[in-house]
T-cell receptor, first 115, second 116 residues
Framework: DTEVTQTPKHLVMGMTNKKSLKCEQHMGHRAMYWYKQKAKKPPELMFVYSYEKLSINESVPSRFSPECPNSSLLNLHLHALQPEDSALYLC??????????????FGSGTQLSVL | AQTVTQSQPEMSVQEAETVTLSCTYDTSENNYYLFWYKQPPSRQMILVIRQEAYKQQNATENRFSVNFQKAAKSFSLKISDSQLGDTAMYFCAFMKQYTNAGKSTFGDGTTLTVKP
């Protein structure tokens, strides 16, 4: 299995809703990432988990709350989002074995619309 | 800080022809990695090709090859025998050695359309 699986593929939510995005990989990768991507723009790093611990938070608003329950699963909990948070949310992983130049494995993303 | 510049927002090519996407970068680092990622309409970003800065030999992957000019800080992608499935947005990315891959710096992307 060489895939990063993200669910749901599409999500529409109101500004008062609470929802969660899910990301799963079974490649034994120990680093997992959340990115936000606006249309026709490069992905922007939000969070990095390394060995199930949050290692990087790129000053993301607290309405985004990441969680890494185990080495295969990454969640992004959403609450009280704003319309400007509408974007494609990408999950990625890589082995994080200490070697350098490791490529990122991306999921297909969740297209989020906040009304 | 590193910067990555892709000067061609959009390009098109006829099927079976060759196209070159440009990428330049700015860094004071000597050891780093460069990548080309492809993001088709299906949205999943996939690595196309990877180059280690310490290697003089240009990387190749089937129909994809790079022209890496370290002194000029240039890293262009050549796609030979273009296929309709090559239609995608292409991102050039830079990563310092011994840093987290997630901290890669991406260019703004080039949208490539392959026409039948």
């Amino acid at each position: 299995d060489t895939e990063v699986t993200q669910t749901p593929k599409h999500l529409v939510m109101g500004m008062t809703n609470k929802k969660s995005l899910k990301c799963e990989q079974h490649m034994g990768h120990r680093a997992m990432y959340w990115y936000k991507q606006k249309a026709k723009k490069p992905p922007e790093l939000m969070f990095v988990y390394s060995y199930e611990k949050l290692s990087i938070n790129e000053s993301v608003p607290s309405r985004f709350s990441p969680e890494c329950p185990n080495s295969s699963l990454l969640n992004l909990h959403l609450h009280a989002l704003q319309p400007e948070d509408s974007a494609l949310y990408l999950c990625a992983s890589n082995p994080a074995t200490g070697g350098s130049g490791e490529k990122l494995f991306f999921g297909s993303g969740t297209q989020l619309s906040v009304l | 800080a590193q910067t990555v510049t892709q000067s061609q927002p959009e390009m098109s090519v006829q099927e079976a022809e060759t196209v070159t996407l440009s990428c330049t970068y700015d860094t004071s680092e000597n050891n780093y990695y460069l990548f080309w990622y492809k993001q088709p309409p299906s949205r999943q970003m996939i690595l196309v090709i990877r180059q280690e800065a310490y290697k003089q030999q240009n990387a190749t992957e089937n129909r994809f090859s790079v022209n890496f000019q370290k002194a000029a800080k240039s890293f262009s992608l050549k796609i030979s025998d273009s296929q309709l499935g090559d239609t995608a947005m292409y991102f050039c990315a830079f990563m310092k050695q011994y840093t987290n891959a997630g901290k890669s710096t991406f260019g703004d992307g080039t949208t490539l359309t392959v026409k039948p």
